[in-house]
């Protein structure tokens, strides 16, 4: 005879307001094999854990369900208490009485009787559960950081401060990212590289961090401690033992190519590095645009080389590395302006995007911190600037705030009026979001000190006429339409998911929301972790960040890389999958369905009829399998059986809520 | 490619010259055009401020002869296009509105066929490298600001053809027959409707700047496919021109009609001397009234 506990939570009043917590107490009381059965306030708290451990020792106990939050909220917090009073943390269940019943009913009579029957389900499964162990996996100590930007430089400098070995891997032939894009940065007007090239400086020298830049990863497989990571290393052309940095290539490579750096607005040669202060300092070549590549004529880098480090045999070579622990960082794409048909980007030359103008105010830009009109590279004495391109709207862009655009825009209308004399700086905008310490101070600056003009009200139209930029738009504080003529117009386009951030999501197996942003494994309280253990998310990749926010992050992402790390093994979690080998055909078919790649088939042999024969079954890898259920659904010899979700749990449950 | 063809009232009216150029263009563009029998007013502005079932029924039973036939629809102008548009859609898009359409109109109508306005099959099934092919007199050194006006494309989702805020198809064709099209900013800018009428001093302050634009951007003349833009644009030019001290001389074609004089017709069998800003010597000045070698039967 089994001897069940029964715990009601009132979660204060979210439960109770909506649900009769003590009659359900008193009703499954009643219920068959159940020894005991209670209410309290807040059964999370101190005094209530303490009320379970007591009342396990008291009523002799050995199995409990907890009726309150959802099991995402508090199942690890009971499961401790089971271990406390004694018995096998997975002989507890929890039923849902707050989200799935309290919390979208209004009518107390019914959501009494819901609850109730919620808990007669989770008595009837708990009956039927067993004791489950953990077991352990060891963990390597290497992490590897995908993405070279402010916050996988930064993630992986506090990571390799703590001890540990860090790999950057970085697709373009620098570190840097978006951040060395940016000239100056709110709200301290302090210059961007000026901050970012030490930090990138020290991730160079720092003993522990490699550098692995023109590089990709290609697959991953493996778990958490355990990742074996194949990077593609692309091929530079360019031997990075020999390679001084002089220069020399470039200086005298006869191929120009529009800068992707500089938004098109510069030029880079075909052998370059994006940027002078790069790290490593050492080119790659365009394949694409190089003229050896092209024609096979030329060949002037490698005459000119004093080092012999141009090697235009090099080839694409793969590498495979294990890691304990991943940290995702592959930053933002800009959106796509042109959609703005009626802005007329891309027609018109003098309509650019905020980080067009970034590269235009950099000192070392392409027009030396000049700002330029594209067009005939006049100095524009009116500029305007349209806000939420691309975010807030949901007819033609994204619904959600691109968060940096309000305060990057108020501090290049800050500089048009700084280092324009007479000119004039227009903003429009819908709201003025400026959350962060020191901003909205910032953006009063702009308005009182640097005389900015704010226009509450979207541009419906931009063209060109007499030599001017018409913008047309509505003042919605005065009710009326207003046109502008602007000799430039500068965009403040929505950050986007990275192009590939879906692909790159699939390999690792973590998951992204519909807009392509990696998603966090708790909006609030887990921000940094994804679903997949030892996959961890820093800067813009999990959803539009400024810049301290992406380095907050990215510290953040390192701490819980350091704490699994500072561990020789972990435990695993005991609710995966089991094969009952005697019944397994080795179809295979729960392979392919797998998403962790956590089944392959394996070689048994028994014997039959006194004869020994060799057959493949399914065996799982329980470090990789996630607990999912999919492999259980697809089998069809009702080989595999998830524990703490058997099909005999589940079924136990249907009969209770139907019978 | 046989299609019903819907004209509408101003092309046997006010805009003429667009019902006489477009079945002479279609039929060099081998499109076989089988005009709707008994086909009734679209409703155009005067139904849709009445009443909503009146706007959709009037074209409904138009859709609905063609419907029988098994064709498709197309219509020149622009104003007509609309309404109809209208009506495929609220009928596609609702079974009670079908219903309550098809009881009105006695018919059976279910929107299987589709409309398309003129310049669609024009840009989308012939397209500017057929009509390359086709031209016998390039429309050499003529500069054009093409105006689409607002009805032709627009609700984006209804019209369901060409960018709605950089519409480019009567630039494309023009460039084939060898006209020069400019960049202007008024593309789809409204040309006021029927405002110059009821109240001009509104209707007149509309479009101005549409002829100082095109002026400005160095346009000879407009080309339009709606014949509204084109009595707006044609009747009022004089008038806005002297309320601003100035002459804008600057003629007003329906795409049908330079086309088909690209394709080596007569101006006259299009329409051309009917204009009100004579167009002809401008036609003439750029050497575009000469007869066509062997000529068109």
Known sequence: MKRVGVFICHCGTNIAQTVDCEKVAKMAGGLPQVAFSTDYKYMCSEPGQQVIINA???????????????????????????????????????????EQCSWVHQDKEKGTAKAFDLVKMAVAKVLKNEPLSRSSIPIHKRALVIGGGIAGIQAALDIADAGYVVDIVEKEPTIGGRMAQIDKTFPTMDCSACILTPKMVDAASNPNINLLTYCEVEKVDGYVGNFDVTIRHKARSVDMNKCTGCGTCWEKCPTRVASEFDMGLGTRKAIYTPFPQAVPNKPVIDRENCLYFKTGKCGVCQKVCPTGAVDYTQEDRLETVRYGAIVVATGFDLFDESVYGEYGYGRYPDIISGLHFERMINASGPTMGKIKRPSDHTEPKTVVFVKCVGSRDEAKGKPYCSKTCCMYTAKHATLVREKIKDSQAIVFYMDVRTPGKNYDEFYQRAVNEYGVQYVRGRVSKIYQSHGKLIVRGEDTLLGRPVEVEADMVVLATAMVARGDAGELARKLGISYDQHDFFTEAHPKLRPVETHTAGVYLAGTCQGPKDIPDSVAQASAAAAKVCALLSREEMPT???????????????????????????????????????????????????????????????????LNLKGFTNEQILAEVDALCL | MKLAYYPGCSLSSTGIEFGMSAPVLAKALGLELWEIPEWNCCGSSSAHVTDHNLALALPARNLAIAEEAGLDVVVPCAACYARLKAAEAAVRSSRRTKEEIEKIIDRKYEAKITVRSLLDIIYT?????????????????????????????????????????????????????????????????????????????????????????????????????????????????????????????????????????????????????????????????????????????
């Open chain 1, 573 to 639: 979690e005991p609710v995966v999958s089991a094969v009952n080998e005697a019944v397994c055909s080795g179809c295979g078919l729960c392979i392919s369905i797998c998403p962790y790649k956590a089944i392959e088939l394996k070689t048994i042999s028994e014997r039959v009829h006194g004869k020994t024969r060799e057959r493949q079954v399914a065996s799982v890898n329980t470090g990789l399998c996630q607990g999912c259920g999919a492999c259980t659904v697809a089998c069809r010899s009702g080989a």
């Open chain 2, 125 to 297: 099934e012939i397209g500017p490298a057929k009509i390359r092919e086709k031209v016998l007199r390039p429309l050499e050194g003529l500069r054009v600001a093409a105006y689409y006006g607002c009805l032709l494309v627009r609700p984006p989702k209804v019209a369901q053809f060409e960018d709605p805020e950089n519409p480019v198809s009567m630039d494309r064709l023009l460039s084939a027959a060898g006209a020069e099209p400019v960049d202007w900013g008024y593309k789809t800018e409204c040309c006021g409707g029927g405002h110059p009428t009821i109240s001009p001093e509104f209707g007149l302050k509309i479009l101005k700047p549409i002829y100082e634009e095109a002026r400005y951007a160095g346009a000879d003349c407009f080309v339009t496919a709606c014949p509204m833009c084109f009595t707006n644009l044609d009747m009022r030019q004089k008038e806005v021109g002297k309320q601003h001290g100035t002459v804008y001389n600057l003629p007003v074609f329906y795409i049908t009609e330079l086309l088909g004089l690209a394709l080596g017709f007569e101006a006259r069998e299009l329409g051309i001397n009917r204009h009100l800003v004579n167009a002809l010597p401008l036609l003439k000045h750029k050497g575009l009234l000469h007869p066509v070698k062997g000529g068109r039967e």
């Open chain 1, 56 to 98: 396990v020792k008291e009523h002799r106990l050995d199995r409990v369900v907890v009726a309150s939050c959802s099991p995402r909220m508090h199942e690890p917090t009971f499961r401790k208490t089971l271990e406390k009073a004694g018995l096998n943390p997975y002989l507890l269940e929890m039923a849902n009485i707050r």
